[in-house]
C-alpha cells in the first residue's frame, strides 16, 4: 500500500494540472436546428438564448441555417450590429453549419447576411469571458439624490477590480502544489 501512495499522488499531480484543458464547448445557436433565422416577435429566442449561456474563450459558436434562404452569420462591430450595417464585416461565415470559435474575450456581435433579417431581429450579442479571469462587474453608477424632505440614499460605486493573481482552489495550479506537498509528505 505504501508503494502506491507515490503513484497515486503522481496521477493525481497531472489530472489537476490538466483537467481544465478540456473546458471549451459547442453551442448550437438557438438552441435548435435551424437556430440561426428570423426569430418568433412574440419572444426573441436567439437574445434570450445567449442570456442564458455563460460563453469563454475557445468555445464554439455552431450557427445552423436553412442554405436555401442564401443567409449567412456575419460578425460585426457595435456600431454595425445596432444599424443592422453588413458592409465590410470584422468576419464573414458562410456555409452550414457556420462554426465560430470564441478565441478572444470580450462581446462579439453577430448579424444575418440575408437583405432585412437583421432588422427583423436576426442578430445576436456574446459576451464571452476570458478563461484566466473571473467576470467583472460592472461598477454600479452613482445615484444622485433629488431635492425632496426625506432623506435620500447615495449608491458608492463598487470597489476597482483588483489585478492581484494566486492560488484559489478551482485552478490547476493550486491542486498540483496539493499534490506535490502529498507527495513529499508520503
Known amino acids: 500500500m505504501a508503494s502506491l501512495i507515490p503513484i497515486l499522488s503522481l496521477v493525481f ?5 490538466f483537467y481544465h484543458l478540456g473546458e471549451a464547448r459547442n453551442f448550437t445557436v438557438g438552441g435548435s436546428v435551424p437556430g440561426w433565422k428570423v426569430p418568433d416577435p412574440a419572444n426573441n ?3 434570450n ?3 442564458g449561456r455563460r460563453f469563454i474563450v475557445g468555445d464554439t459558436l455552431v450557427f445552423h441555417y436553412d442554405n436555401k434562404t442564401n443567409d449567412s452569420v456575419l460578425e460585426v462591430t457595435e456600431e454595425n450590429y445596432k444599424n443592422c450595417i453588413t458592409e465590410k464585416p470584422v468576419n464573414e461565415y458562410k456555409g452550414e453549419p457556420a462554426m465560430v470559435t470564441l478565441s478572444v474575450s470580450g462581446p462579439h456581435y453577430f ?3 440575408a437583405p432585412g433579417n437583421c432588422q427583423k431581429d436576426e442578430k445576436l450579442i456574446v459576451a464571452v469571458q476570458s ?3 473571473p467576470p467583472i462587474p460592472k461598477p454600479a453608477a452613482p445615484t444622485v439624490p433629488t431635492p425632496s424632505k426625506s432623506p435620500t440614499t447615495v449608491t458608492a460605486p463598487a470597489p476597482a477590480p483588483s489585478s492581484a ?3 484559489v482552489a478551482g485552478s490547476g495550479i493550486f491542486w498540483a502544489i496539493v499534490a506535490i506537498i502529498g507527495f513529499a509528505w508520503a
Open 131 to 133: 478563461t484566466q479571469h
Open 13 to 17: 499531480l497531472l489530472f489537476a494540472a
Open 165 to 167: 493573481v494566486g492560488l
Open 45 to 47: 429566442t436567439l437574445k
Open 111 to 113: 448579424i444575418s447576411g
Open 49 to 51: 438564448w445567449a442570456a
